[in-house]
């Protein structure tokens, strides 16, 4: 029989998963629009199409796994 308290370690480790997942692809998308503003001369306009390509790849990655953990 399960304990009560691993439920709420499975819940700490979704939210901690979430939470670095979402940090990490922004930040990727922010070094990757960086690092096209600075080779092409257009700052901000990567940064910020990086910026947004990179939450929206977060969401979509925490929807993912939150839709794959319901069950």
Avoid: C, H, Q
């Avoid at 092409?40 to 990179?54: N, R």
């Amino acid at each position: 029989m399960p304990k009560k308290e691993d439920g709420v370690w499975s819940a700490f480790s979704l939210a901690g998963t979430i939470g670095l997942n979402m940090a990490a692809t922004v930040a990727v998308g922010l070094f990757i629009g960086r690092f096209a503003d600075n080779y092409l001369g257009s700052a901000p306009w990567f940064t910020i199409v990086g910026i947004v390509l990179g939450m929206l790849a977060g969401l979509w990655s925490t929807y993912k796994k939150i839709v794959s953990n319901k069950g």
